[in-house]
C-alpha cells in the first residue's frame, strides 16, 4: 500500500504559476499510473492530468492544456503538477491519486490510493 502527500498548494495571482507536489511512501510509485484531480467548492471532483507508470503517456482535461504539466520523478518517488498562466476556475483542491492496475483513466474510481490534498486558490 502506499501514502501520497501534497505540498505546494498557495494563493497566486491570476496569470501566475505554482507547482504542486505529491510525494509517496510505502511503495515506489513506478508501480503505479498516476493522476491530478481537483475538487472545487460545491463540484464533483475532476480529472486534471494522468501520467502512465513509465513516465511516456500523459493526458490532460481539455482546459488546462498547455498550461499545465505533469511529471515525475521515480527516484525521488514524487509526481508533480506545473501550472502555469493560472485562472481564477483553477481554484480547487488538488489531490493526487495512484491506479494500481495501471488503466491510464481519467475516472475518479479507478484510483486505489488518494492524498489529503493540497489548496490552491488563485485571486483575479
Known amino acids: 500500500q502506499v501514502q501520497l502527500v501534497e505540498s505546494g498548494g498557495g494563493l497566486v495571482q491570476a496569470g501566475g504559476s505554482l507547482r504542486v507536489s505529491c510525494a509517496a511512501s510505502?511503495?515506489?510509485?513506478?508501480?503505479?499510473?498516476m493522476g491530478w484531480f481537483r475538487q472545487a467548492p460545491g463540484k464533483e471532483r475532476e480529472f486534471v492530468a494522468v501520467?502512465?507508470?513509465?513516465?511516456?503517456?500523459?493526458d490532460y482535461q481539455d482546459s488546462v492544456k498547455g498550461r499545465f504539466t505533469i511529471a515525475r520523478d521515480n527516484a525521488k518517488n514524487t509526481v508533480y503538477l506545473q501550472m502555469n498562466s493560472l485562472k481564477p476556475e483553477d481554484t480547487a483542491i488538488y489531490y493526487c491519486?495512484?491506479?494500481?492496475?495501471?488503466?491510464?483513466?481519467?475516472?475518479?474510481?479507478?484510483?486505489?490510493?488518494w492524498g489529503q490534498g493540497t489548496q490552491v486558490t488563485i485571486s483575479s
Open positions: 491519486a495512484a491506479d494500481s492496475r495501471r488503466r491510464f483513466s481519467r475516472a475518479v474510481y479507478d484510483y486505489d490510493y
Open positions: 510505502g511503495r515506489a510509485l513506478s508501480v503505479y499510473d
Open positions: 501520467i502512465d507508470w513509465r513516465g511516456i503517456s500523459f
